[in-house]
């Protein structure tokens, strides 16, 4: 890959970088956001999922209004419930190869 291949694709990296936080600014309210933003700052992936929840539902239509703080809480817990429901964990306990049977 070229230099300017490289450069070229990187432009369109941000461009469209630039044109989902565009997207969420419209349809986020400010206090919302901020809160989105502190929490990229420790999760980053989770903060990620959440912005594509938003999007997804705006591009459905499903949101008809700014997202407010709460709105953005509830997707938060919503995205936990779903977070913990797919990580089970269980645990078997080894037996002693010889078991006395008494």
Known sequence: MSPEEAEEQEAKKQAAED?????LVAVMMPEARERLARIALV??????????????????????????????????EQL????????????????PMFEEDD
């Open 19 to 23: 044109q989902r936080r565009a997207m």
């Open 43 to 76: 999760k980053p992936d989770k903060a990620r999922s959440v912005e594509n929840m938003i999007l997804g539902a705006a591009q459905r239509g499903a949101i008809t209004e700014k997202v407010t703080e709460e709105r953005l809480r509830g997707m938060l």
């Open 80 to 95: 936990s419930e779903q977070a913990s429901k797919s990580s089970k964990i269980t645990i078997q306990r080894r037996r």
